[in-house]
């Protein structure tokens, strides 16, 4: 709506930032040229840093491997390039050297981060994977975690629509628990519970995920459903020059895929064809077509990064404007991060800072179900006979029409719904190396997380029971995090030890305030006027605060004796104010061992084995993340305002205990076993790692209803629940040819868990079932389609089995004596499949041809679950027609005479299996342009969602198994966007 | 170097509170530091009247007391009001433990309870040794639990009767109806000399009180098993002779937007229209039976739901002359607030609101017509709807009004055979209806008046089941045949069961 003038500023300040750079290129005197290559294999090397020693001058190979620069006459140059050793050259006066860089064992195995330190990939022995940039998903990323989409296994990753301003769900290792949600906490740069889409992509450099609980029990309290560790990208301090990196591209997003309903003529020859009595205002209208369009999306990274031994630097900024395919739908982000490092006191002490800040601006609409400002409900439902505006130019609304019957067109142009956030994520540390080996590290980090809303209903819109609303909301966390630990690593002959020791202080803070009136008076001021409201009663004012607190002490050691034997224990003490009086304390311990058979001596001569490794790993984690402050003690709220009892006249404000109170409210605590097995055969060609595991998860919190009477609040909040995950993830990569001209790597994930409640009472906290997952359409309230029980996984659909429709058109139910019924009521309800997929795939391909294209495409695929599809259901009602818009099917029952409201069956479940090729991008990059001072010039293009491949009929099967309640498609299912992107990466 | 950095770390432990895990409250009030002031003592107990507000929607009390009987319905009318059949459930007694009404009510009373238990343990918790003073404020939380208890066993049969919050057990068993109702009995004569009369209606009074007492006695045959309705003789007498309660002059005057201080209403809930704004439970019913596009007969800002109506004989049996048809009822051609036709915008017919429903669930398909799915069953008008009315009026709710003091009153003469005082308590009301006099002063006359006077008021159920007619079919498209005797009472809900197994075992005394 009103952010060009934003828009505007933010390309001011990206050109300035490029400007900038530029002016600080360096100049030298005397030239010399060289190629740099693998010492074995002779393929030239691209990217590799050229350094003069002791200076700062240093340039990068271009992709013949080629280097030009201008150094003293008797300089060294030291030559770098991950994965291999560094090698030093002397000039002597040459002016063409050939220079064969030696691969480095240690480093090619790379490190993973796991918590407070690093280990090298070969001495893990939990399940970490970790996702390189070089790896990431390219093409139209609205959050940095869709970079990683495919890639890991075991780390599912969805999303139900194509809303760019919804998240991702992600899921390591099946349903954490009730209440808990299922999502990972996120450690981006140390700091532990930050979100994740405050980093670009391209500011990133890893995402390393820890899996199993003896990989996550360093994170105690908070580990249960997995770390995903976020390292952002530094300055390089070994290039010695600085680099300018330039990411734009710009996107086109379409629908993929519409809903299939009636046209204005489908229905007007059923009008005629059953002579039916039906108002015709004449329009001709696809309300899909309305409320839909094409998105154009760009995004704008610019970095500028550079250093030397002692220190480095690098300062970004990321410009993101998505917008979405359903009108009125926006995101707008600028990110913009700055690091420093510098090494002081003989390099002993190494003084690290950086400070992150985001500025988000949203459109929102609403589309979550039925309401009367959902606006893919409302044009889903909405007659094609009816026109968009009258002749004059207003709306057609015509209302009351039906229930909530209102016209999407004005509602995406009426209301305002918008969203303005800032963040700011500021953290710095300090490590001495006391010792060779033993260093000790203070780390401070806040972080402030401030949003503002506006919502505006104007008077004249026929959505509004109140005459119009307008409402503003604020809301601000800040969270404080104070670390101290010790890391001790040492080598003595065949022994390596690794000792962390350490402490953890972290604080949150929410507050917020909304206020909100009624009956407008003025449709101008929008939200921006609270003042033009009339109503203003008791109610429309709200504030909050609240806070928690977690306390940390935690300690690992790990061991490994002659690369052959690993071992590693952790454990973390967690304290946290969340939780009940006499649980305030958890102890979270882990073990872990690993034997790289490789490394015995009777493999030493298998030279077509490079690795072997097994890996076994118990531990205990907890879950603290998604729950509130306070939930274990009572707190009196205001539930109104009345006159008096006694006068009749003066106002009272009444309070209520919201709940019972429970010191023992304590962590539900998961305890999780894993066998890992890593192997490489063929110089690592082909190399892979299976994970087996099973989580219990035991004391799951639940808001029980408690009998009434005795208690006075009808709930309280206690652990009595039981869950497992057991399953199953492997993954594999194939590097099939590694040719002059021709290179080609293929990789595959899988992974497949089984859930099962195994609890849910104890005590007096006793509950059989629930059913869940209601259907949330006009007359059809109250029909559910899952339980929740014993014995059976989240996500179980528990439905009425549909026969066959009678000769006279009914429904027909089989009954539990093997009969058959049509009333419902009466109808067995049986399991029927799941709405969790059974397994997750991920497919990634790359290829390079001639060293300078390159194409990757990404596949994706859920398989063997069961979507529920409430669209279809609703619009095959033979009852919609002809006043509003339905489906084929509804006209086909219609003419048989099959009618009513339709009821919850297994008729409506569709199988939800789907392969998507969610990625296909094809890349050139210029040769010689280091002529032009030119690293890398790259341009490429991305088809995002090119190809699914599913036989389930509505708009999109991917559905993300957050929470209790998934797996229904309700109206509320935001198109899936097909993309085609236009990228440019640029390195000098 | 190593002290140095032991310090820094000693340093950060004390600096951040090292092993504070004090759980700070801001924005609500601790339950130890509740109540702060005098003020909020005074208000202590508002809290147990909060359930009533509930129980005209959310709360199912209504809709088990009306849906369930012979004078409203909730027709399926094509797209709308199928909902899983939770309407046609209650229409057709096939309720379960599940249906979303049974379950609601249970909780609201007992929340009810263990406030007004809460409070009176605040108050002193001892009857015996209370002063005068908070004599009078037990009486009124004595009395509102009363309340909660009547409508429990009136609905359920037998339940836990709990008078205490501390001491309470964590699972109750159930008590005999028959128990629970001697109890309360008992606490109302206790609790009725130390309450006064007050014109707060929608607060606890002496009046308040002394209907309770009397709806107990006049149903204690269904509660106890005995037939103790003449002990109710003295205590309604007393409540009209000294209770300063008036009839109003009209028929409508009690439900009128601005009801508070009518003379007749004895207890009430309050609602002031801004419920919907504020998220708190609403007075809706008027959404509920509203055509679609009533909202333009009556200015509201909001349009209806179109769902509920009165059954066809229950409307035919109020004559023209009688002034509560046109009070009560909204029928016939529907005009706009200015005096225009108003038009069907689905079909341009006129809205017409007519008497005849054709079938439980209607649908083009099965052969209503449009119109009929839309227009048919009289709707209901007895609280007034004023113009600019939202979702929720802001008329408050009538539980107990004089009228039903004197209709008791009359019944329990007419059994006795009393046809003088029949007539003293009958003809006031008939006579504001425009009637003249009965064929005969006798129970069917008085059964026939009360069913006319307090439709829609919550009665009917329960003067069904007294009257012994609640299970027969009614004359009407689909309630054809006999429903089981065991639906006089709701089951408890599965809900309450599966939380608290003791209730499903043989209640004691």
């Known amino acids: ?988 | 170097m190593k002290k140095y950095i032991f310090n820094v770390f000693a340093l950060v432990m004390i600096l951040t509170g090292c092993t504070d895990l004090q759980e700070k409250i801001y924005d609500t009030i601790p339950e130890s530091k509740f109540p702060e002031n005098s003020n909020q003592t005074a208000n202590i107990g508002v809290g147990a009247y909060d359930p009533l507000k509930e129980l005209l929607d959310g709360g199912g009390w209504w809709f088990c007391q009306e849906i369930t009987t012979d004078e409203m319905v909730a027709p399926t009318r094509g797209l709308d009001w199928d909902d899983n059949g939770k309407w046609r459930a209650l229409q057709l007694h096939s309720w379960t433990n599940e249906t979303e009404a049974v379950v609601g009510m249970w909780d609201r009373y007992y929340r009810g309870i263990a406030e007004c238990n809460k409070t009176i343990e605040i108050l002193g918790g001892d009857t015996a040794k209370a002063t005068p003073a908070s004599k009078t404020s037990m009486a009124k939380f004595i009395a509102i639990r009363s309340f909660y208890y009547w409508l429990l066993i009136d609905n359920y049969g037998d339940v836990p009767y709990v008078t205490s919050y501390a001491k309470a057990e964590a699972k109750p068993f159930k008590n005999k109806r028959a128990f629970v109702f001697d109890n309360i009995v008992k606490d109302l004569l206790w609790a009725i000399p130390q309450l006064k009369s007050s014109s707060v209606h929608y607060a606890v009074s002496k009046g308040m009180a002394q209907m309770t007492l009397g709806r107990l006695y006049l149903n204690s045959k269904v509660y106890s098993g005995t037939d103790n309705s003449i002990k109710a003789i003295p205590v309604l007498e007393d409540l009209i002779a000294n209770g300063g309660y008036t009839l109003a002059a009209n028929v409508r005057d009690p439900f009128l937007e601005k009801n508070e201080a009518c003379a007749e209403n004895i207890f009430t809930a309050f609602f002031d229209g801004t419920e919907n704004a504020n998220g708190k439970p609403e007075f809706n019913l008027h959404m509920r039976t509203l055509g679609y596009q009533s909202n333009q007969t009556f200015k509201m800002s909001v349009g209806p739901w179109n769902g509920f109506a009165t059954l066809e004989n229950h409307f035919l049996s109020y004559t023209a002359i009688d002034k509560r048809r046109d009070g009560y009822f909204l029928y016939g051609p529907q005009k706009t607030f200015e005096g225009a036709a108003l038009l069907d915008a689905e079909t341009s017919n006129i809205w017409d609101f007519t008497p005849a429903i054709p079938a439980l669930t209607m649908s083009e398909s099965t052969g209503s017509t449009k119109s009929q799915i839309r227009h048919s069953g009289v709707r209901i008008q007895k609280y007034e709807i004023a113009s600019g009315t939202g979702q929720s009026c802001a008329n408050d709710y009538v539980f107990f009004r004089l009228t039903d003091a004197y209709l008791m009153l009359a019944e329990i003469y007419a059994s006795q055979g009393n046809a003088s005082k029949v007539q003293l308590y009958l003809d006031p009301i008939r006579t504001r209806a425009g009637l003249g006099s009965p064929a005969a002063y006798n129970l069917n006359a008085v059964k026939t008046e009360r069913k006319m006077e307090l439709f829609y008021e919550g009665t009917r159920r329960q003067d069904m089941i007294r009257w012994g007619i609640f299970n027969n079919p009614w004359d009407c498209a689909w309630k054809l045949q006999l429903s089981s005797a065991d639906n006089s009472l709701f089951p408890i809900p599965k809900k309450q069961t599966d939380a608290n197994s003791n209730l499903s075992l043989p209640a004691i005394d």
């Open chain 1, 1 to 988: 709506m009103k952010y060009n003038h934003f828009k505007h500023k933010m390309s001011a300040f990206i050109a300035a930032l490029a400007m900038f750079a530029l002016s600080m290129t360096a100049t030298a005197q005397l030239s010399v040229s060289g190629i740099v290559k693998d010492g074995k294999t002779g393929e030239a090397i691209l990217g590799a840093s050229v350094l003069e020693k002791g200076t700062n001058n240093g340039v990068i190979t271009n992709f013949e491997g080629v280097f030009t620069m201008t150094v003293a006459s008797k300089a060294t140059l030291i030559v770098r390039y991950l994965g291999y050793l560094p090698e030093e050259v002397q000039v002597s006066g040459k002016t063409n050297l050939v220079i064969l860089l030696k691969e480095d064992a240690v480093v090619l195995s790379e490190v993973v981060a796991i918590g407070y330190g690093v280990q090298k990939k070969s001495d893990k022995t939990g399940a970490v994977m970790n996702v390189t940039s070089a790896d990431f998903n390219s093409g139209v990323l609205t959050d940095p975690i869709q970079a990683m989409q495919g890639k890991a296994s075991g780390v599912v990753i969805t999303k139900k629509g194509g809303n760019p301003n919804d998240a991702f769900s992600v899921q390591i290792r099946g349903a954490g628990g009730l209440l808990t949600g299922s999502s990972p906490i996120y450690v981006i740069d140390g700091i532990p519970g930050v979100d994740p889409t405050t980093v670009p992509a391209e500011d990133i450099e890893s995402f390393n995920i820890l899996k199993d609980a003896s990989s996550t029990a360093i994170y105690g309290s908070r580990g249960a459903n997995g770390v995903i560790i976020i390292t952002t990208k530094k300055g390089s301090s070994t290039g010695g020059k600085r680099t300018i990196n330039v990411n734009s591209y710009i996107s086109m997003d379409q629908v993929a895929k519409r809903l299939d309903l009636l046209s204005a003529s489908d229905i007007r020859s059923f009008i005629t064809r059953n002579n039916l009595s039906q108002v015709d205002a004449g329009g001709n209208t696809d309300w899909q077509n309305e409320i839909y369009r094409n998105g154009f999306t760009q995004n704008h990274n610019i970095s500028i990064g550079g250093g030397n031994e002692k220190s480095n630097y690098r300062i970004s900024g990321t410009w993101s404007d998505f917008q979405g395919v359903v009108k009125g739908t926006d995101k707008q982000r600028f990110t913009t991060n700055a690091n420093i490092t510098q090494k002081l006191l003989n390099d002993k002490l190494v003084v690290d800072g950086n400070l992150s800040a985001t500025f988000e601006e949203n459109q929102y609409q609403d589309f979550g179900g039925n309401g009367p400002t959902d606006v893919m409900y409302q044009a889903f439902q909405r007659s094609p006979l009816q026109p968009v505006t009258n002749a004059d130019g207003t709306y057609y609304e015509n209302t009351p029409y039906g229930f909530q019957y209102f016209n999407p067109v004005a509602i995406i142009n009426n209301i305002q719904n918008q969203r303005s956030a800032k963040r700011i994520r500021t953290n710095g540390s300090a490590q001495y190396e006391i010792l060779p080996g033993l260093k000790a590290k203070l780390n401070g980090a806040y972080t402030r997380d401030d949003s503002e809303s506006f919502y505006f209903v104007p008077a004249s819109s026929p959505t509004s029971a109140t005459k119009g609303k307008g409402e503003r909301k604020y809301e601000n966390h800040t969270t404080k995090l104070v670390e101290a630990f010790i890391n001790y690593d040492k080598t003595f002959g065949v022994h390596t030890i690794a000792a962390l020791g350490g402490y953890s202080w972290q604080g949150q803070t929410n507050d917020g305030f909304n206020a909100f009136g009624t009956n407008s008076q003025s449709t101008y001021v929008e939200s921006n006027y609270l003042a033009a409201l009339a109503d203003v009663n008791y109610g429309s004012i709200g504030s909050y605060k609240n806070e928690w607190t977690l306390i940390s002490f935690f300690a690992r050691a790990a061991y490994d004796y002659d690369k052959k034997y690993f071992a590693t224990a952790t454990v973390r003490r967690d304290g946290s104010s969340k939780f009940g009086a006499n649980k305030k304390w958890g102890i979270f311990p882990s073990g872990s061992l690993a034997w790289s058979i490789k490394n015995e001596s009777f493999l030493q001569d298998a030279s077509w084995l490079d690795q072997l490794k097994i890996r076994l790993g118990y531990g205990i984690t907890g879950n603290t993340e998604k729950f509130d402050s306070y939930m274990s003690i009572p707190r009196i709220r205001a539930t109104g305002m009345q006159p008096s009892m006694e006068d009749g006249v003066t106002k009272v404000i009444t309070f209520k205990k919201d709940k019972e109170q429970n010191d023992n409210f304590q962590w539900e605590s998961t305890q999780e076993f894993n066998f890992g097995l890593d192997w490489g055969v063929l110089n690592s060609k082909i190399q892979g790692s299976v994970e087996l595991y099973s989580k219990r998860t035991v004391q799951l919190i639940y808001n029980y209803s408690i009998p009434q009477p005795p208690f006075l609040a009808d709930n309280i909040y206690a652990n009595a629940g039981t869950m497992t995950n057991k399953g199953i993830e492997a993954n594999i990569s194939y590097r099939v040819l590694t040719m002059r001209n021709f290179d080609f790597k293929t990789s595959l994930t899988f992974s497949h868990n089984i859930n099962n409640l195994e609890k849910l009472s104890e005590g007096i906290y006793e509950w059989k079932d629930r059913q869940q997952s209601f259907i949330n359409a006009r007359g059809m309230v109250g029909q559910w389609t899952q339980l929740i029980e014993v014995g059976t996984p989240m996500g179980t659909w528990y439905l009425p089995h549909f026969v066959d429709i009678s000769s006279d058109g009914a429904f027909r139910y089989a009954t539990a004596t093997g009969g058959v019924t049509r009333d419902v009521a009466l109808a067995e309800r049986r399991n029927a499949g799941s709405a969790v997929p059974k397994v997750n795939l991920g497919w990634s391909n790359s290829f390079t041809l001639f060293k300078n294209i390159d194409v990757n495409f990404t596949v994706r695929a859920l398989l063997g679950y069961k979507v529920y599809n409430v669209s279809a259901m609703y619009f095959s009602n033979p009852t919609l027609l002809p006043s509003y818009n339905a489906n084929q099917q509804a006209i086909t029952w219609f003419e048989k005479g099959i009618n009513g409201t339709p009821v919850a069956s297994d008729y409506w479940l569709e199988d939800g299996s789907f392969v998507r090729l969610d990625n296909l991008t094809v890349g050139y990059n210029f040769p010689n342009t280091s002529k032009f001072g030119i690293n890398k010039l790259r341009v490429y293009f991305t088809g995002g969602n090119l190809l699914t491949i599913t036989g389930y009929k509505g708009i999109d099967p991917e559905i993300s198994n957050e929470g209790m309640s998934f797996g229904l498609d309700n109206f509320n299912i935001y198109p899936k966007t097909r993309n085609f992107t236009l990228g440019l990466q640029l390195n000098f």
